[in-house]
């Protein structure tokens, strides 16, 4: 089986699974380590300027989740499914016009939890992030749909603890993200049969958010 055929078989699983979610634009700000060196007052300017955006593009309907992470960087997650529409609507930041990070633009359907606009003044809360990363290579490519399988079904066994508060894929064989209440012991994830494996490699974070974002309770 070559990677063009796991793709489709990727592919085809999507769309029969997932069809009726509705599907979004997840954007991860990464920090640069290479970004030019400011002033503080420069510095100061530039955040300001990207909180004030981040609010103007959420009373448009445009930004539904925004949250940082512990160590820097962040994620948005947009309300549309045009590549083209999240990258106008984000680069009207001046922090990411200015290369204050390295960002990702990815096509993100959730099949746990949801996506709710908070109000401002919500409490923020912390939550474990994991993103798993696709590592496919000639060694596994064959073996690689049974591991998604068994990828898909630890989640579920996960899910059925009442911890997880969001999960969702990204397009193609660009991984996904898992969302767990709290802090979570790394043996939980390290556990993953496809993570053991060496086909999902996950970075693990905590991340701050509004409380109901995911559309928690």
Request: charged fraction near 20%; aromatic fraction near 10%.
């Amino acid at each position: 089986m070559n990677r063009l055929i796991l793709l489709l078989i990727l592919a085809c699983f999507t769309l029969t699974s997932y069809a009726q979610e509705k599907k979004y634009m997840f954007v991860f700000l990464n920090s640069n380590p290479d970004k030019e060196v400011l002033s503080e007052q420069a510095v100061d300017s530039l955040q300001k300027g990207h909180m004030a955006n981040i609010q103007r593009l959420a009373a448009e309907d445009k930004l539904l989740v925004a949250g940082p992470f512990e160590g820097g960087g962040g994620i948005f997650i947009l309300n549309t499914n045009d590549i083209t529409e999240a990258r106008e609507w984000i680069y009207t930041d001046p922090a990411i016009k200015a290369n204050r990070y390295k960002i990702e633009i990815l096509p993100w359907t959730p099949r746990s939890g949801g996506v709710c606009k908070v109000n401002e003044d919500v409490k923020m809360v912390f939550y474990t992030f994991i993103r798993y990363q696709t590592h496919i290579t000639k060694f596994n490519v064959q073996q690689a749909p049974e591991w998604f399988l068994k990828h898909d079904q630890y989640l579920n066994n996960i899910t059925k603890t009442g911890n997880v508060i969001s999960e969702g894929v990204f397009d193609n064989d660009d991984g996904s993200i898992l969302i767990m209440k709290g802090e979570v012991e790394p043996e939980v994830i390290m556990s993953d049969p496809a993570v053991k494996n060496g086909i999902l490699q996950p970075e693990i974070k905590t991340i701050w958010v509004g409380q109901g974002s995911f559309c928690e309770s």
